[in-house]
């Protein structure tokens, strides 16, 4: 008997924006002025907290932290199309997402500089904190996925962001398969920067894609510009709005770039050329969506002044704030091991108080 074919895949990619920001109409969303405004918003706050961070990190006030420049289009399209009934999974590249969710600048400040406190969001629901520990949040976002079905939640979904580096743990390849089997309402956003640390995409994987790691898992794919933010909210929203109906995950794999360190313990000069972040550069998000911003006449260098005074001073006060101390009790991580008591965790609380009981009479002799 021949050999026949069984089945043929494809990967298709999206772009609405070119890189001079000429949109292409019959993609362009339908996005109202105020959508347009604050999702360009929040891309120019995610970059220039993330530029104070680094300052504040290089100045002894911050730990370490991972950069997001560069990479705000593909954070902060979708964040726009999530709901307020949604769930948002992040890694630790997502910071105009959190922001653009509401949660506080102050609060991802304390996550960095090593407080508990970063971990929580108040007045943000359905919002997991950021997860260092790469892919670990995926089986997570799978869960709940599942949890929302379980529970009959027909207008909630969850949404994820990972990096590239992720797509070689294996809780990806788990929560991929696992919501895939029980149709979790849950989007799958990979956001592709092309370096996993040091190591680039050609010497993690050999595949054309990583958008079609998905099909293996028998869920619709799409690799899309990263880089541009419409693109991204176009590619989120049919996603999001295809878990609600019912339909299941979707993969989406979202080509970008990473024009600073993967944490600031790192020195990218040791291992990509200059001339790759150069070309990069001429792609960045912002410069591309202000270009089509103002070919819409909604903006101009009288708006971009102004807006970058109003976040400026609101990054001023978020930093005041996180550097105010607050009064919390020392034990408070024995509290958050668990969600009921152990005995274990008791006695370590217990002989962490005493050793600080002595260390504080010690201090005062």
Known sequence: MPIR???????????????????????????????????????????????????????????????????????????????????????????????????????????????????????????LPIAVIVGSQIPHAAGLGYAVRHRGEKDTAVLTFFGDGATSEGDFHEGMNFAAVWKAPVVFICQNNQWAISTPLNKQTVSESIAQKGLAYGMPVLQVDGNDALAMYRAAKEALDRARAGDGPTFIEAITYRLMMHTTADDPSKYRAEGEVDQWERRDPLVRFRKYLGSKRLWNAQKEEQLRVEVKQYIDDQVKEYETPIDVKPDIIFDLVRGIAHELIEEQRAEFLHRLNDENEDADA
């Open 5 to 127: 074919d069984k089945h043929e895949f494809k990967v298709s990619f999206l772009q609405v924006l070119d890189e001079d920001g000429r949109v292409d109409k019959q993609l362009e969303p339908d996005l109202s002025r105020d959508q347009l405004l604050e999702l360009y918003r929040g891309m120019v706050l995610a970059r220039e907290a993330d530029q104070r961070m680094l300052r504040l990190q290089r100045q002894g006030r911050l730990g370490t932290f991972s950069p997001s420049t560069g990479q705000e289009a593909a954070a902060c399209g979708p964040l726009l199309a999530l709901g307020k009934a949604d769930w948002l999974v992040p890694a630790f590249r997502e910071l105009g997402a959190l922001l653009m969710r509401g949660v506080p600048f102050n609060r991802v400040l304390r996550f960095w500089g090593g407080w508990e406190e970063g971990n929580v969001f108040p007045g943000v629901d359905r919002t």
